[in-house]
């Protein structure tokens, strides 16, 4: 792709350097001798830098696309590793609600998971 890139600037040169004679061959010590040639001289130069701005533009792309596609394969890979870290994170909140012992806040007795009174010391909960 940077050969595109090449062939633009070749272009746009001989634009110019095709316009630039045409130009100069019809214009004599400041003199213009023919509008119509350097308008021809103008367009020649025109044409070189849209032409070969085309080829440029086209060389530049396809170098970015290149890095567009490497930088989304590494956008991809680190969603893919987000995702598993999320699954990992949600397994933590699971375990740690598990292991729940009410106690009595009275007197520390062990109660029954739905226990509404205290069975040592009638405690309300
Ligand atoms: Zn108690």
Not at 28 to 45: F, H, M, N, Q
Not at 49 to 72: C, N, P, T, Y
Request: net charge negative; aromatic share 6%.
């Amino acid at each position: 792709m940077i050969g595109m890139i090449v062939i633009g600037v070749f272009i746009i040169l001989g634009g110019f350097i095709a316009g630039g004679v045409v130009i100069s061959e019809s214009v004599y010590e400041g003199v213009v001798l023919s509008e119509e040639r350097v308008g021809v001289g103008i367009g020649l130069i025109a044409a070189g830098i849209i032409s070969g701005s085309v080829f440029i533009w086209m060389g530049v792309v396809g170098e970015h696309l290149k890095a567009i596609r490497e930088s989304l394969k590494h956008v991809v890979g680190y969603i893919e590793d987000t995702k598993d870290d999320g699954s990992e994170s949600e397994a933590t909140p699971d375990t740690e609600e598990k292991p729940k012992l009410n106690l009595c806040p009275d007197c520390g007795t062990k109660l029954q998971p739905k226990a509404k009174f205290c069975p040592k010391c009638g405690k309300e909960m």
